[in-house]
């Protein structure tokens, strides 16, 4: 399942391919919206943007009517495929919603939530409502993601549980749960509520660090310094990638003691018993 930096990462080629260009057409697959296809043709597009998993798609006003804006959830299974703009991608996925414009298109194949909504509506959408700060996709300090972690709400669960919750944090998935423990120096178990304010600032840095790394360096976690020593030593990319997720059983970076497994919130996670004792 793509986390936020991968999601962020499509959205810069949706945009590349559709932004601040004109759609010379749009297509729906769903009944409720196909009376819609004409009243978007022909605006411009004026940005692509994600908020934590979703995808947004804004049209300009056109005289009367007002801005519009296309959300759509992939789900498990949606994908989004970028061509030039007559070449139909061969694929046995069926086409849910497309955006054509004189050079490029975007495609959506497969993914069922999709809708229409007025840019103001957005916050109608449960999902984007119950969302919580999206590093990624908003201009987020240090000082807010600190402020996330000290509140209330959450202070009695367990962080390997809770950095899944995009409600908490939006963009976090999988391997940047394992990945931010470990530069946190915190054991999974570990609450906010159990937090010193100095942890509090280096699990706030080490989100705000991980989160970006993972989208500028397409996935890889691990620092820069680790990767080149890791790459002079012939280790490929996928042994590279991570300080500690999906390394069980191998040295730690830091302290060579075996990184071990557990599962948390159904998923597994990895940690170092000694750095991350606390
Ligand atoms: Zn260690």
């Known amino acids: 399942m793509p986390e936020g930096p991968e ?49 947004l798609i804004y049209f ?9 804006c296309v959300y759509s959830h992939n789900q498990l299974y949606g ?35 999709i809708r229409l909504v ?27 993601i600190k402020a996330r972690i000290a509140d209330a709400t959450f202070a009695r669960r367990a962080l390997g549980g809770l950095l899944l919750d995009q409600g908490f944090i939006a963009g976090i998935g999988n391997y940047l749960r394992s990945e931010i423990l470990f530069v946190a120096g915190l054991a999974p178990k570990k609450r906010p509520a159990d937090l010193s304010h100095a942890q509090q600032d280096q699990l706030a840095e080490a989100v705000l660090t991980l989160i970006w790394r993972a989208y500028e360096l397409k996935g890889v976690t691990n620092t820069p310094e680790r990767v080149a020593w890791l790459k002079q030593q012939g280790k490929r990319h996928g042994a590279r990638r991570h300080m500690v997720f999906a390394r069980a059983g191998q040295p730690c970076y830091e302290c060579a ?18 750095c991350q004792s606390v």
């Open 7 to 55: 999601i962020r990462r499509m959205v810069d080629d949706i945009a590349r391919a559709v932004a601040k260009r004109d759609a010379r057409s749009v297509f729906f697959a769903f009944e409720r919206l196909k009376g819609f296809e004409a009243a978007l043709a022909g605006r411009r597009v004026t940005g692509v943007s994600a908020r934590g998993k979703a995808v």
């Open 60 to 68: 300009a006003a056109r005289g009367d009517d007002g801005p519009w």
């Open 79 to 113: 994908k989004w495929r970028i061509t030039k703009a007559e070449t139909e991608p061969k694929t046995n996925r069926q086409l849910r919603f497309a955006v054509v414009t004189d050079n490029k298109a975007a495609r959506l194949y497969s993914a069922s939530d």
């Open 118 to 144: 007025r840019p103001n509506d957005l916050e109608s959408i449960g999902y984007l409502n119950k969302l919580g700060p999206d590093p990624l996709n908003q201009a987020l300090t240090c000082a807010d």
């Open 257 to 274: 003691t075996p990184i071990e497994r557990i599962d948390v919130a159904s998923r597994r996670l990895y940690y170092c018993p000694v």
